[in-house]
C-alpha cells in the first residue's frame, strides 16, 4: 500500500531531515510511527498524502504518486492533522458538501461514530471545543472508508474516556482493507492498538517490527537490584525494582512494553539492529 525508496527531503538550506528512507507498509495493519520530537513524523505524513515534495527518491501510495494529488488518489486517504481549521458551518452542512467526494461515505457509521463520542449537534463547529472538533474528523474520517487513513497525534485534546473510545471505535473499524498510520509519541494512550511499530530516527526508519515477532528477540523482566540489569538494552526504574529489556535468549514469553522497545532502539540501534538481523 505504501512504498517508499531512497528519500531524501530537507528544508530550504538545512541538513537533510531524511536522508535515503525507506519504507514499506501492507494493508490490514494499524501502525504506530513513533520518533523524537522534530525527528520528522508530520513531515513524513505530509509526504505520504502529497502535501510536501521530497527532494529524491520514489513515493508510491496505493500506487499513486502523492505529489500529483490526483482525485482518485485523494478519495482513498484521509489525514487528520494535530493542527487543523473547521469552518463555521452545521455539521449536517458539513457532511452534505465533503462527504460526496468519498464514494464509499457511510452515514451509518458517521453517526455512530458521533454518538459513541457524544459529540453535541451544535448550530456550528466553530463552537465546538477542541476535543470535540477533533472526535469529529475522527468519526468523518471512519466513515469516509478510504483505504489509508493517517492520525497526526489524534489523542491530544482527549480527556482519558474519549481516548478509551478512541482505541475502541478505531480498532473495530480496522480491516484486511485499510490501513492505519498514526503518528504519536503518547505511547501509553496507543498500547494494544498499534502493530508494528515504525520507529523514526536520524533521517532514517530504524526500526518496523510487528510485537510479535519482536517478542520473539526481546523479553521484559522486572529486577530488584539493579546490578541484575547490566547487559539490557534498556531499564529504568520502577515501584519495587527496575523494569529491563533484554535480548530474548531462551524463548521466553512476555509482553513488551511500547515505550521501554522506543527506548532501547533510541539508545541501543546497533545492537537492535544486530538482534534482528538486519537494519531495521
Known sequence: MIEVKSLDFTYGKK???????????TGGNVYGLLGKNGAGKTTLLKILTGLLFSQNGEVRVLDFRPRLREPYFLQEIYLIPEEFYLPSVSLQEYEMAYAPFYPRFDHRIFEQSLTEF???SLDRLSSLSFG??????IAFGLATQCKILFLDEPTNGLDIPTKSQFRKILASSVSDERTILISTHQVRDMANLIDPIIILDEGQIIFNWNLEETARRL???????EQKTDGCLFCEKTIGGYIALEENKTGEDSKIDIELLFNAVINNR???????????
Do not use: S, T, W
Open 15 to 25: 541538513a537533510n531531515l531524511f536522508n535515503a528512507l525507506d519504507l514499506h507498509l
Open 132 to 137: 470535540q472538533k477533533k472526535k469529529f474528523l
Open 270 to 280: 546497533e545492537r537492535i539492529a544486530q538482534i534482528f538481523g538486519k537494519e531495521a
Open 118 to 120: 457524544e459529540v453535541p
Open 219 to 225: 523479553v521484559m523482566k522486572v529486577y530488584e537490584d
